[in-house]
């Protein structure tokens, strides 16, 4: 019938209120109507459906097989309705909504995953997805739209004026180790280090750029005996079975060794420090981000840079 395929919402939240309260007075001021607009709205459906909705009775309004069959859908229609202006609501302020975004792995979890703690338990209803990857992967996704903002680092061969650019941090770079490795009784330096087999990510990424420089600072060759895997499950593998050593991030390693997870490795003490550049907080220039986005960029920022950013950036 083309008058249902018309219903309007508030002729469905009416039948709904009148089914659920029983009084007609009742259910106009549950939809914010005079009772003679409601007994009007109410009379009008009746005439154009040429059938009863409900029965007028002492106890109040009971509903006819008519009406039955009208509220079952009208209900539906009704919560539906409810739900997604709450959505609609969430989304505006930053409750609800989609947010995807990419990091490399210690800022993933040095910095991304608390901040996305904090905002979940603010905003449950937000839907985040996290992307780890290489920065070169990570920027070819921010460049196509895929991501709405990314913590690496931006490579030479980018255009810096396509996007939003702040310097976060240097990350610290620790080797890990199994428990029980030969060298774990005194800081090292490099020169003892480079007969030993080495787990490394692939040539030019920042860590095994970190290392290399930091054998070339001593006069010494880079590693031979490597195997190359950006896999934490394979690196926790290949350390736990040899005397290997795989730098990794200071974030990393600390989620490793700490409670809950308190695995059965080491860090290997140097007498030298080594660090890699800073990673970024990138955005695409001139991109609106969603509320609940934006919200996340701020926890980040804040984590990173401090809370004095904001004024920082009046």
Known sequence: MDYLLNLRPAQARLISAVAAHGQLQVAAAACQMTQPAASRMLA??????????FIRTPKGMELTPA??????????????????????????GGQGGTIRV?????PALGQLVPAIQRLKSDAPGVEISVEVAPSVQLMQALERGDLDFVLGRVPPS??????EIEIAQDEVVRLLVRDGHPLLDRPV???????????????????????????????????QDV?????LLVIVALVSQSDAVAPISQEVV?????????????????????????????????????????????????????????????
């Open 44 to 53: 009008d459906m009746e005439r154009n459906l040429r059938a009863k909705l």
């Open 67 to 92: 009406g039955r069959v009208l509220v079952r859908h009208a209900e539906r229609i009704a919560n539906d309705l409810s739900q997604m202006a709450q959505e609609f609501d969430s989304l505006r």
């Open 102 to 106: 990419g990091a490399v792995t210690g």
């Open 158 to 163: 980018a255009d810096w004026r396509d996007f």
């Open 189 to 223: 330096g490099m020169a003892a280090l480079k007969d030993l087999p080495w787990i490394l990510q692939d040539r030019g990424t920042p860590i095994r750029a970190a290392i290399e420089t930091a054998f070339a600072e001593e006069g010494l060759p880079s590693p």
């Open 227 to 231: 195997i190359t895997t950006s896999s």
């Open 254 to 314: 600390d989620m490793m060794l700490e409670p809950p997870v308190s695995a059965n490795f080491k860090k290997l003490p140097l007498t030298r420090p080594v660090t890699v550049e800073p990673y970024q907080i990138v955005v695409k220039r001139h991109r609106t981000l969603p509320a609940a986005a934006l919200t996340l960029l701020d926890l980040v920022r804040e984590r990173i840079l401090g809370p004095s950013w904001r004024k920082a950036r009046r």
